[in-house]
């Protein structure tokens, strides 16, 4: 997948199932595999809270819910299309995963920088 990158808009109109294909964020023309996490889970709280906004996060047949974090991880790391969300210390120190390519949101790359100068 071509795809380094997405807007913050772009996330939440994934997650909200308005857009459904990697070509519209400049990928492959293939659908999106969303994954999501059941509600009530640390990392959809924040996903909800930071990344929705109050908008609803809408299941559609792209978008596949994991009970588990690690679920979610695995998920990804064997689908050519995937696409999910965690907080950043999970991926990257309790279960680093390099076939995994985290993406930048709004042109900021998540590392321990970013979150310490909290961009």
């Given at each position: 997948?071509?795809?380094?990158?997405?807007?913050?808009?772009?996330?939440?109109?994934?997650y909200?199932?308005?857009i459904?294909?990697?070509?519209?964020?400049g990928g492959?023309?293939e659908?999106?595999?969303?994954?999501i996490?059941?509600?009530?889970?640390?990392?959809q709280e924040?996903?909800?809270?930071?990344?929705?906004r109050?908008?609803a996060?809408t299941?559609?047949?792209?978008?596949m819910?994991?009970?588990?974090?690690?679920?979610?991880?695995?998920?990804?790391a064997?689908?050519?299309?995937?696409?999910?969300?965690?907080?950043?210390?999970?991926?990257?120190?309790?279960?680093?995963?390099?076939?995994?390519?985290?993406l930048?949101?709004?042109g900021v790359?998540?590392?321990?920088?970013?979150?310490?100068?909290?961009?």
């Amino acid at each position: 997948n071509p795809v380094t990158g997405l807007t913050h808009a772009q996330a939440r109109d994934i997650y909200s199932g308005k857009i459904t294909n990697w070509k519209t964020v400049g990928g492959k023309d293939e659908p999106i595999l969303a994954y999501i996490r059941e509600r009530n889970s640390g990392s959809q709280e924040l996903m909800e809270a930071l990344v929705m906004r109050g908008e609803a996060i809408t299941i559609t047949l792209g978008n596949m819910m994991a009970s588990t974090m690690i679920g979610v991880m695995n998920r990804i790391a064997e689908t050519k299309n995937g696409l999910g969300y965690t907080v950043y210390y999970y991926q990257s120190v309790m279960v680093p995963d390099r076939k995994i390519r985290l993406l930048a949101v709004d042109g900021v790359l998540p590392s321990s920088a970013s979150i310490a100068d909290g961009t």
